[in-house]
């Protein structure tokens, strides 16, 4: 199947910039969407930002203007730039693909990478 490896998280004064990585490995025949969400302690997970296999993107109303979302097809990589973070970006970052293979297709999810934002 799918293993999903997060990487980039830490911890950043408010105003300053991260930028989470997800490298997607196994036998691999397509990966129809990519995305980034985050869930906060006592809070629901939540979509943050997704990519289409044809590029299309989207984002939650919180983070238009300062996430971006990118996709590296050839290497099957996920990026998020982060900037003009605020301490309410705090969170677990998690990658989610969907994705098909010999085994099907799932839409299994990352480790999660910690991001805190110090005020």
């Known amino acids: 199947q799918v293993q999903l490896v997060e990487s980039g998280g830490g911890l950043v004064q408010a105003g300053g910039s991260l930028r989470l990585s997800c490298a997607a490995s196994g036998i691999i025949f397509s990966i129809h969407a990519m995305g980034w969400y985050r869930q906060a302690p006592g809070k629901q997970r939540e979509l943050v930002a997704s990519?289409?296999?044809?590029?299309?993107?989207t984002y939650v109303d919180s983070v238009k203007g300062r996430f971006t979302i990118s996709r590296d097809s050839a290497k099957n990589t996920l990026h998020q730039q982060m900037n003009s973070l605020k301490p309410e970006d705090t969170a677990v970052y998690y990658c989610n693909v969907d994705a098909s293979g010999p085994w099907g297709r799932r839409s299994p999810w990352g480790q999660g990478t910690q991001v805190t934002v110090s005020s």
């Open positions: 990519i289409t296999s044809g590029g299309r993107t």
